[in-house]
């Protein structure tokens, strides 16, 4: 498209860097006049795109009533892979382009999926924290069994959703020798090189550890509850890092106190940032991160470069990874 000196609102900058001397975002201002907001408030979102071209952003929602005051809007950039902030249906009827970022953090955040698991299985900051209490020097053997620890090799690692990062977190369970099932979104082949694909509730009564890798849609809302929890293999660990609406959160909190799941590890949340009644704050064995599994610094690079690809290639008439 063929826009002179477009103007180009970054929402929320904040959310991608934490300033110049982390991640530069000025390298867009080569494309056109750039207003750079560090965080937009809802009630702020319809002003400040009102006469942009371009819109570039990661969370903030773009919906009917904002995209329909944003009459030169063209172009939504996001800094994510999901897009479920946005209506996808007026842009399409308004002919607004929408491009996502792909799967540039799949390695960042197979890796934590990882640390989840190595947490739960060795529990090394346990120890670690044994130790500086004194609890060594007290202890009379040389090697205190305080926690109880297990290997992983030989597990069965149940993987819900696998598109880019579920095959990464698959191979990397391969190297701890694990056993891999698989439910992709869509059904295909019976397996691949190292997953075994297979139905859901299959997964769920034979995994030990189920990680979720899916789109938060219509069909995933919701969708790990009270009864899901209940057909999951005894003393199973779960683990979310895809979009904290796929699970009622009130039910795992019952399905962690009452033991159901042995334990399990979020990364995020149905509201964010957490809310001081947050149901989950607190809850046994539960280990928790701030939505950060995608932020190391060499991801977020990465997403940078594909983001200013992205509008590059939409202001020259060759849009890429196009959601609509």
Request: aromatic share 8%; proline share 4%; charged share 20%.
């Amino acid at each position: 498209m063929n826009l002179k000196n477009p103007k180009i609102v970054i929402c929320d900058a904040q959310t991608v860097t934490k300033g110049q001397d982390d991640l530069d975002l000025s390298v867009f201002s080569k494309y056109g006049d750039v207003q750079t907001y560090l965080l937009t408030q809802r009630e702020e979102t319809a002003e400040r795109i009102r006469d942009a071209h371009c819109v570039l952003l990661n969370k903030t929602v773009m919906d009917e009533t904002v995209l329909a005051q944003a009459k030169n809007l063209r172009y939504i950039g996001i800094f994510a892979t999901g897009y479920n902030m946005i209506d996808l249906d007026f842009c399409r009827a308004k002919g607004i382009t929408v491009s996502n970022a792909g799967s540039y953090s799949a390695d960042a955040v197979a890796q934590c999926v990882f640390a989840y698991l190595l947490h739960h299985a060795s529990r090394v900051s346990d120890y670690h924290a044994f130790v500086q209490d004194g609890g060594w020097m007290s202890s009379p053997s040389f090697s205190p069994f305080v926690f109880p620890t297990h290997e992983l090799a030989g597990k069965t690692l149940g993987i819900f959703g696998y598109g880019a990062i579920g095959q990464k977190v698959a191979k990397i369970a391969a190297a701890f020798s694990m056993h891999v099932l698989a439910v992709p979104h869509q059904m295909r082949a019976e397996t691949d090189k190292i997953a075994a694909f297979t139905d859901f509730d299959t997964m769920l009564s034979k995994a030990d550890y189920v990680t979720v890798h899916t789109p938060l849609t219509a069909e995933t809302k919701g969708l790990f509850s009270k009864d899901v929890f209940s057909r999951m293999k005894p003393g199973a660990f779960f683990i979310n890092t895809a979009r904290g609406g796929v699970v009622v959160e009130k039910d795992l909190r019952e399905a962690l106190v009452d033991g159901t799941l042995s334990g399990a590890a979020i990364d995020v949340l149905t509201e964010e940032p957490m809310s001081h009644d947050c149901v989950l704050f607190g809850a046994p064995n539960l280990i928790m991160t701030p939505h950060v599994a995608w932020a190391p610094i060499e991801t977020r690079r990465r997403l940078l470069h594909i983001v200013e690809d992205n509008l590059r290639n939409f202001l020259s008439g060759n849009p890429t990874n196009v959601i609509v």
